[in-house]
């Protein structure tokens, strides 16, 4: 099964498309294991692409469009977490770039380098912290992803916004998660697809064997379904269906990562071979709000909830 988009969506994607080309964003160079695009996020901020959800006539649906289609690039860019979760608060109230976390304020979070706000998941209370830059200590890691952590909350403007937020916030979340693995997997496949196309084994092209293929075709169908479960969470806005798209999502990581790298062989692992720039961010994303099990946990939940 697929869908067209309307013709408002496809105006949308195309805009966004155009404003990409022209930016001419590269890959990073050979070795480089986070590349934040700054330029990109100048011109997100200025264009209105990540307020799209905000405007009569559009919703969550047009936000996780536009955040799987960023999350295909190879650069990272904070795109999902303020076109999706930045929609609960009124313009102009959270700041981005907007960076997340559960449990400790104190705790590593994607973005936070770069971030204006940290919104922290304290499991009874949703925290509010406007971020100094100057208190943030980056994190080295093959993430894919800038990471950082505060080295203290001294003197940083904090605001407690109750327990009330909390579900909202973590369906936006577990959206904007399955949006962002849509587009990783959507990249990470096409990239592998060219490598077995070009790849010679015993004389054919690596593609060409059916145990491959096969296996292909099984990445194909979690890609897919990764991006419809995201799509249909994103259209609905309800908690069961971003609870299961999420824990989908997140289960599906390891054995789709394993399978692309493995096609690649031992070239796939290094870091001069593109891969990595999404299959890491595949990884990173694969532990947030709890992991998989705790999306099935609270997919269960809420879905019996509803009988």
Request: hydrophobic fraction near 45%.
């Amino acid at each position: 099964m697929d869908f067209e988009f309307n013709d408002d969506q496809a105006a949308i994607l195309d805009g966004l498309d155009q404003m990409l080309a022209g930016l001419r964003i590269e890959a990073p160079k050979h070795g480089e294991t986070v590349v934040f695009a700054a330029t990109l996020d100048d011109q997100l901020a200025a264009s209105g692409f990540l307020d799209i959800g905000r405007e009569q006539g559009f919703s969550t649906l047009e936000s996780a469009l536009i955040a799987e289609r960023l999350a295909r690039l190879p650069v990272a860019v904070e795109a999902s977490s303020s076109a999706i979760i930045g929609l609960l608060f009124p313009a102009g109230e959270v700041e981005r770039p907007l960076a997340v976390v559960q449990g400790s304020p104190l705790m590593p979070a994607r973005f936070l380098p770069q971030a204006h706000s940290l919104l922290v998941d304290r499991g009874d209370d949703l925290l509010h912290i406007s971020v100094d830059r100057a208190r943030v200590e980056p994190v080295e890691s093959l993430f894919a992803y800038p990471y950082g952590r505060l080295t203290s909350l001294d003197g940083l403007e904090t605001r407690s916004l109750g327990e009330a937020p909390l579900a909202p916030f973590r369906r936006r979340w577990r959206m904007a998660m399955a949006a962002e693995c849509a587009g990783l997997m959507r990249s990470a496949l096409d990239t592998v697809l060219e490598h077995v196309k070009t790849r010679q084994q015993f004389g054919r092209p690596l593609g060409s064997f059916q145990a491959v293929q096969h296996r292909l075709a099984m990445a194909s169908g979690t890609m897919n379904a990764t991006y419809w479960l995201a799509m249909r969470a994103a259209w609905s806005d309800s908690d069961s269906d971003t609870a299961i798209a999420a824990a989908y999502a997140q289960d599906a990581i390891p054995t789709f990562t394993y399978d692309l790298h493995q096609f690649c062989g031992a070239m796939g692992l290094t870091l001069e071979f593109p891969l990595h720039y999404w299959t890491y961010r595949l990884k990173a994303l694969l532990g947030e709000l709890g992991g998989s099990s705790a999306q099935a946990r609270a997919a269960s939940a809420l879905t019996w909830a509803q009988d």
